[in-house]
């Protein structure tokens, strides 16, 4: 729980510094733009939705974290509910990346 933590508040501060895309058709498209260095997303989410982002990132080859619920996601980065979000920053996001555990490509 403490490592989620800690990789939640790095969140924050990567939202703060503009480093963050929210919501499913942002994390689309900054998967499909190579903009993306690490997809999170919530365990609560549809799993029409945890599909696709499996397959998106897969096909991209970047790294996948299928973690905390909607809100937690949310209230990370100062938002409402949030069942997807990208990472664009390559420092962030193999800090977060630390804390969590990614899927297997």
Do not use: W
Request: glycine share 8%.
């Amino acid at each position: 729980m403490i490592q989620k933590n800690k990789a939640f508040g790095t969140l924050g501060l990567a939202m703060k510094s503009g480093n963050v895309a929210s919501g499913e058709f942002m994390t689309e498209q900054a998967i499909r733009s190579g903009e993306a260095k690490l997809v999170i997303v919530a365990e609560d989410a549809s799993d029409n939705t945890k599909k696709k982002f499996r397959n998106s990132c897969h096909y991209y080859q970047i790294p996948l974290a299928i973690v905390g619920d909607k809100e937690t996601l949310g209230n990370a980065i100062g938002k409402e509910f949030r069942a997807s979000l990208a990472v664009l920053d390559q420092g962030f996001a193999s800090s977060i990346s630390k804390n969590l555990d990614l899927e297997e490509m």
